[in-house]
């Protein structure tokens, strides 16, 4: 009898432990880019994940359009 329950409650154990490690989610891989710090000379590593990359890239690109920066084109002044 003490073995059967002993049996059980390893088995429950293994399982539970092994649910547990399917239910870890994946880490997500960090891209670094190297920048300028404003006022230094040394470079700055900036880490994050793809997708925080991405709503960065997408949130800089919507100030420099609302700045009017990069909608317009550059048109060089006529000489005379």
Not at 6 to 13: E, G, K, S, V
Not at 36 to 59: K, L, M
Request: charged content about 20%; some cysteine.
């Amino acid at each position: 009898m003490k073995f059967i329950l002993a049996a059980a409650l390893i088995t429950t154990a293994l399982s539970g432990a092994a649910l547990a490690k399917e239910a870890k989610p994946a880490k997500e891989k960090q891209i670094c880019r190297q920048t300028n710090a404003t006022g230094s000379r040394f470079r700055v590593s900036i880490c994050h994940t793809e997708a925080e990359w991405a709503q960065i890239d997408e949130a800089t690109k919507n100030t420099a359009d609302a700045n009017g920066r990069v909608s317009q084109p550059y048109v060089p002044a006529a000489r005379h």
